[in-house]
């Protein structure tokens, strides 16, 4: 991609316990001592992030060429879905405004993103691109953040609701908007590369895509894993650790592309006030699928912690880990029992 890449390393699976994916009661490090298994991994550069595969399977050479699919998916995907890709067709629409024949995945993602942007009273929102974009020319080559009159100019091309579907077309319907996936796409692929390996009988899978996260092929013995989240500002070590039984989750942070050194100004813009959100440092949230928890991540940063965990509570199969400017964690009770559990 033509952007410079920022791994977002949040999520971090903890090797406690029996391991991170095991198999009858093993870990999976004695499994491949004993040979009875192998640790295959591929980490490629797509969708403005890394992309990291791992299959634990006795046999390499299939999972080699599993993971190459996978692969081959994604960059199809990517093709599609990228911002930063300039042939592919988001870039195509926020060219030109509309594009007569999206394909289902487009169509798919851009429906999806206007359901979570009613779930969240518009926290989410992919239309968000006219502001974004002004707040990184803003602050490029050491500048600082725009002045109000822009911010407010910048506003009135934002919205959801502008963003009309017809069939197959997809259109913009106020001059100079622009869509960014960023905050849905990767959790997307990251669904469509774990269905496909799954779909080849692989059942003990991890993949990620810079912090959305599934997991495939449940511990044997019953266990849940235990998932390590690193220090928001620290950077080193768990700030938390959790078990959770759920395969999809996803974190977004302030600190992902921070425009200053203080987190205050970063790459979340409210699109409802044209600001950067000042609560929250870092939202981790499990979902149902990566899709759904990479976008209300995205969210919850907007919404702030209690508005959040008000909103989550009210969802089925969402949990959430909030933690704010001055590292204080919060969390929905579903949350606070996973925490228990890994501490148990």
Not at 136 to 149: I, K, T, W
Request: aromatic content about 6%; charged content about 20%; hydrophobic content about 45%.
């Amino acid at each position: 991609m033509n952007k410079p890449l920022s791994r977002r390393d949040f999520i971090r699976l903890s090797a406690v316990g029996a391991g991170v994916i095991a198999l009858g009661g093993l870990g999976v490090r004695e499994l491949i001592q004993a040979g009875a298994a192998r640790e295959v991994s591929e980490t490629r550069a797509l969708l403005g992030t890394f992309i990291s595969i791992k299959i634990i399977e006795t046999e390499e050479a299939p999972a080699k060429a599993a993971i190459s699919d996978a692969f081959a998916e994604i960059e199809r995907l990517s093709a599609i879905l990228s911002r930063h890709d300039p042939a592919s067709e988001l870039s195509i629409l926020n060219r030109a405004g509309f594009i007569e024949s999206a394909s289902p995945e487009l169509l798919g993602v851009v429906q999806k993103a206007g359901t979570f942007a009613e779930i969240t009273g518009g926290a989410f929102d992919v239309s968000v691109l006219p502001l974004l974009d002004l707040y990184a020319m803003s602050f490029a080559d050491g500048g600082g953040p725009p002045v109000e009159r822009d911010i407010q100019a910048a506003r009135e091309k934002v919205g959801y609701s502008l963003i009309e579907i017809n069939g197959r077309r997809v259109s913009l319907a106020a001059p100079g908007m622009g869509i960014t996936l960023d905050g849905i796409a990767k959790g997307f692929v990251v669904d469509q590369a774990a269905a496909l390996l799954r779909a080849r009988g692989l059942t003990q899978v991890l993949v990620e895509a810079g912090g959305d996260m599934a997991l495939r092929g449940m511990r044997e013995d019953g266990q849940p894993w235990k998932i390590g989240l690193t220090h928001p500002r620290a950077m080193a070590g768990y700030y938390e650790v959790f078990s959770t039984s759920n395969d999809c989750l996803a974190t977004s942070g302030d600190y992902e592309n921070a425009f200053t050194p203080d987190y205050s100004w970063h790459h979340i813009i409210d699109p409802r006030i044209g600001h950067s959100p000042r609560e929250v440092a870092s939202a981790t949230v499990i979902g149902p699928d990566t899709t759904y928890a990479d976008a209300m991540a995205t969210a919850a940063m907007v919404l702030g912690v209690s508005d959040s965990l008000a909103l989550f509570e009210k969802l089925p199969g969402v949990q959430a880990l909030l933690i704010d400017k001055n590292m204080k964690r919060h969390f929905t009770s579903g949350f606070y029992n996973l925490a228990r559990a890994a501490a148990s």
